[in-house]
């Protein structure tokens, strides 16, 4: 056999192999990347959050950031921010005292030991048993948790509202603290601007979905 004829076969068992090797199952097709994991936490974890329907958050933590499906669930560190930026509610809960905050799609938050600040969106929280210890922060006041079940909203030019379906909350704004009971709503807008306190009538509506369904519930008030 010359040279040129086992130069050929050589050439023609390398294409033949490379023929075999993509027809096998799994190696013709280019496998799809996992998310990477969220960064490492450190300390005690203090939250978790997790979701019943698919959905996705983008986590900062320090200096990095990851965006991670939901399920799984996660443990939240303090100073953790999450962006729920997926189309179903993701939840958070307190591993100490069971408090839940059902965090609605497009709403930031960042989470931390007896408090949590809020940027934009909607939340709706609830808790166990609290006397005032645990501190929600928004742009223009801060709340100061009396109630058990509430929720708020913070829209992108920093008013906020807050809608009391139980319990009551510490409204501190410029220096000033104002009550809400009663089921009522309070607008915060500008620090110069007085508290409008709107009494409930008729019904409360919880229009931020608890679990994995949006739920609707009717409270009939006492006035």
């Not at 969220?38 to 974890?45: H, N």
């Amino acid at each position: 056999m010359s040279r040129m004829q086992t130069r050929l076969l050589m050439i023609l068992g390398m294409v033949f192999g490379i023929f075999l090797l993509f027809q096998t199952p799994g190696c013709s097709k280019v496998a799809s990347k996992s998310p990477p994991p969220p960064p490492p936490g450190t300390g005690e974890a203090i939250y978790r959050i997790k979701a019943t329907e698919k959905t996705f958050i983008a986590l900062e933590r320090g200096t990095r950031r990851a965006e991670v499906p939901l399920p799984p669930e996660y443990k939240l560190y303090d100073l953790d921010v999450i962006e729920n930026k997926g189309s179903k509610p993701a939840i958070i809960s307190e591993l100490q005292n069971n408090h839940k905050f059902t965090l609605a799609p497009e709403s930031k938050v960042k989470v931390g030991y007896n408090s949590l600040v809020m940027y934009f969106g909607k939340t709706l929280f609830e808790f166990e048993k609290v006397n005032g210890e645990f501190r929600i922060v928004l742009p223009r006041a801060v709340l100061g948790i009396r109630g058990t079940r509430f929720e708020v909203e913070v829209q992108a030019n920093g008013n906020s509202s807050v809608q009391l379906f139980e319990g009551k909350i510490a409204i501190e704004q410029d220096g000033k603290t104002t009550m809400l009971e009663n089921q009522g709503t309070v607008n915060i807008d500008n620090a110069s601007t007085p508290l409008q306190i709107i009494p409930a009538s008729g019904t409360q509506t919880e229009n931020i979905g608890s679990d994995s369904e949006d739920i609707q519930r009717n409270r009939t008030t006492t006035y």
